[in-house]
């Protein structure tokens, strides 16, 4: 039976360390302090242009600070200058990847504002330029909600409890990272074991790495884990190789 999978196989088994998609969420709770969540959600929304597996796709404000929290969101990512940094370093948002990932991010903006959401900053695209894009009003049947954007376009959605609040970020198939801003750091503890994600930044972007911690993702957004002596695990092979120098005692039967 071992021969026979292995033949399946390709003669051999390998172990893999799979990094996928993500669609990550910050989640603002009504106690966070506004200038650290704008900040957080500004950079991890629109970093490399969104096009970062870890990125902000999904901006969950407490609708007790909701206004608060949108009205300097859009005035921070406002600022944010569209243009070739080769040309001028003060552009921060450069072009995406190649015209069919341009394609697919216009397509999520037609899509949701053709659904009733509305652009409060940005939407336009021009080349393979797209603006900082904020949308308000979207629901789970816009294509936006769900998939993967990898661009710079997030919703901003309002929740009322904590419990809501883990339920609209664990709602999608993707589990990489996540984030949650709040004074009470026990509070943002609790939430983070309840998220299906591999990683958790408290106060923090889900935009976050090191090279000594333990990176990876849950459910379709990957398998395994690589960094640091995890790394060492997932892409060695252990063994045990003895060296006998004392008789080792058989069984007399034997």
């Not at 989640?27 to 500004?42: K, Y």
């Not at 900082?132 to 901003?156: H, S």
């Not at 943002?188 to 958790?200: E, F, K, N, S, W």
Request: glycine content about 12%; overall charge negative.
């Amino acid at each position: 039976m071992g021969r026979q999978i292995a033949a399946k196989a390709g003669a051999h088994l390998k172990k893999c360390c799979v990094e996928l998609g993500g669609k990550d969420s910050l989640i603002v709770l009504d106690d966070a302090e506004m200038e650290r969540a704008t900040q957080a959600a500004n950079f991890g929304s629109f970093m490399h242009q969104g096009q970062i597996c870890m990125s902000v796709e999904k901006v969950l404000v407490h609708e007790g600070i909701y206004s608060d929290f949108l009205r300097g969101f859009v005035e921070r990512a406002s600022k944010l200058k569209v243009g070739d940094p080769l040309k001028d370093s003060s552009h921060v948002i450069g072009p995406l990847i190649n015209d069919r990932q341009v394609a697919r991010v216009k397509s999520q903006i037609e899509d949701a504002l053709a659904k009733g959401a509305k652009a409060v900053l940005g939407g336009g695209v021009q080349g393979r330029f797209v603006e900082p894009t904020i949308l308000t009003g979207v629901t789970p049947e816009m294509d936006i909600y769900r998939d993967e954007t990898f661009g710079p376009v997030v919703p901003v959605i309002p929740f009322r409890s904590d419990e809501e609040a883990v339920a609209l970020a664990n709602d999608t198939e993707y589990g990489l990272s996540s984030g949650v801003i709040t004074r009470d750091e026990q509070r943002g503890l609790a939430i983070a074991r309840q998220l299906d994600t591999g990683m958790c930044h408290i106060n923090c972007s889900s935009v976050n790495d090191e090279p000594h911690v333990p990176f990876g993702g849950s459910k379709a957004s990957g398998v395994g884990r690589h960094g640091g002596r995890w790394s060492m695990e997932t892409f060695t092979e252990t063994r045990w190789i003895t060296l006998e120098r004392g008789g080792r005692a058989y069984p007399p039967a034997f």
